[in-house]
């Protein structure tokens, strides 16, 4: 696999205004993705944005190398209101790159001194190495984190998430992040209809994640933006081929599947986590201390948390990923 270019470019703006999701504000320390799975939503966006979209998504990787101071004066201004941020929601912010430039860490670290509440969304075991920051973001504002694990399925997993780190290894980052009090949830999207959608790949995940300690489980199925389709569909007839016709049937004239599809998965989610009792044990809960008579108004209770389908997001890099 060809490796990704870096490029160092400032930002000039941190925080981005989201409508029409359960979050008001997102953050991204890069832009594109070098986990490449060939599902990513943000695909769309890129098309649409008249840049590749194709097996060339990913090859390339925007570092915003100041991001960090940026979204120190954002979080300073009186118009703040301290709403949650998602972190992570349209690009993984613990891809590879993070190992060096270390920018989410450097995020996180502002959200907490700002008593800004956070979501991060990640494929990436390579958060453990954050556990402090993140801990402190808990206590200041408050946190929550979600890992994507659609299938615990070797082959599936190879062919559909080629830069992703193996789903255990991320489950065991899960209990790592759990065990220091941490909420981490895990989020079984996007799952692939006649791929991972069976009841038996479905009953390893929410076994495991039950196993590694996760505080709450959703799912969600896959959604074929123009941009994600071309390339979704051009490599499941490549891996999948006899699937193809069902996949062009199913999301004919439409990008969505409806509630005739979606409502039986997540009953079906439900079900298995009230059977294996999928839950928040933590023994250790780190929650958000209570603002000071000068701090401002401090949001305790995330509106999105780890047992919650976030509705309209995927985990970056399935840009969930």
């Given amino acids: 696999m060809t490796r990704p270019v870096y490029r160092e470019e400032p930002c000039r703006s941190a925080l981005n205004k989201v409508t029409g999701m359960s979050f008001r504000w997102s953050l991204n320390p890069y832009t594109g993705c070098a986990h490449r799975c060939t599902f990513c939503f943000v695909r769309a966006f890129e098309a649409r944005a008249d840049r590749p979209s194709d097996d060339r998504y990913g090859r390339s990787i925007r570092v915003k190398v100041n991001v960090a101071d940026v979204l120190e004066r954002e979080l300073a201004r009186r118009s703040w209101k301290r709403d949650l941020v998602a ?4 690009t993984d912010p613990y891809q590879p790159a993070e190992g060096h430039y270390r920018l989410t860490r450097a995020c996180i670290g502002r959200l907490a001194e ?9 494929r990436g075991p390579m958060i453990v190495r954050d556990v402090d920051v993140l801990a402190e973001a808990a206590r200041r504002g408050g946190a929550s984190i979600t890992f994507s694990v659609p299938t615990l399925n070797p082959e599936v997993w190879r062919r559909t998430e080629p830069g992703t780190a193996p789903p255990r290894q991320r489950l065991r980052a899960l209990t790592t992040l759990v065990e220091a009090g941490l909420d981490v949830g895990v989020g079984m999207a996007p799952i692939l209809p006649g791929i991972s959608d069976s ?7 929410v076994r495991a994640a039950r196993e590694a300690g996760a505080t709450g489980i959703w799912a969600n199925l896959l959604y074929l933006r123009p941009g994600t389709r071309e390339h979704f569909l051009e490599n499941l007839a490549r891996d999948w081929p006899d699937l193809l016709p069902h996949y062009e049937r199913l ?7 409806g509630k005739r599809e979606l409502e039986p998965l997540r009953r079906q989610v439900n079900e298995l986590r009230h059977r294996y009792d999928l839950r928040d044990r933590r023994t250790v809960k780190l929650e958000a201390e209570s603002a000071g008579a000068d701090d401002g108004p401090t949001q305790l209770e995330l509106p999105l948390a ?6 309209g997001i995927a985990p970056a890099g399935s840009r969930a990923a």
Avoid at 306 to 311: M, Q
């Fill in 251 to 257: 999301y004919a004239g439409r990008a969505y599947l």
């Fill in 87 to 90: 972190v992570g929601s349209a």
């Fill in 199 to 205: 009841p038996e790949s479905m009953t390893a995940v």
């Fill in 114 to 122: 700002a008593r800004t509440p956070l979501h991060l969304i990640t």
């Fill in 306 to 311: 780890p047992g919650v389908a976030p509705e």
